[in-house]
């Protein structure tokens, strides 16, 4: 498993085309992807549950994360058993690349 942490850089945030372009590139890879938000105070009583996990292979759920520009993503990638690393670190930096780069080409 391998996971890092991106900030959403373009204007309108992940909306139902952002979404559609992260599945497309975590479906062409043999791992899982989960996505949650990074609260600023995650570790606050207030925000206890509130950052869920979601299927990062679902459009409809990327799109429920409804996160606007400047809020950072917890992009996590698991191949079965752990055995492939080097396709989880690729994946992950497509995303990175996607999201913070190219702006989701926005």
């Known amino acids: 498993m391998k996971e890092i942490i991106v900030e959403i850089k373009n204007e309108q945030g992940i909306h139902a085309r952002p979404s559609g372009q992260i599945v497309n590139i975590a479906k062409k890879y043999n791992a899982t992807l989960e996505i949650e938000k990074v609260l600023e105070n995650e570790r606050s009583e207030n925000n206890k549950g509130k950052n869920e996990k979601v299927d990062g292979k679902n459009v409809f759920g990327v799109m429920m994360l409804g996160a606007e ?14 055995e492939n690393p080097e396709e989880e670190a690729k994946l992950l930096e497509e995303l990175r690349q996607l999201i913070e780069i190219n702006k989701f080409f926005e």
Do not use: D, M, Q, T
Not at 69 to 82: D, F, P, T, W, Y
């Open 69 to 82: 520009k400047g809020e950072k993503l917890k992009l996590r990638a698991i191949s079965e058993n752990g």
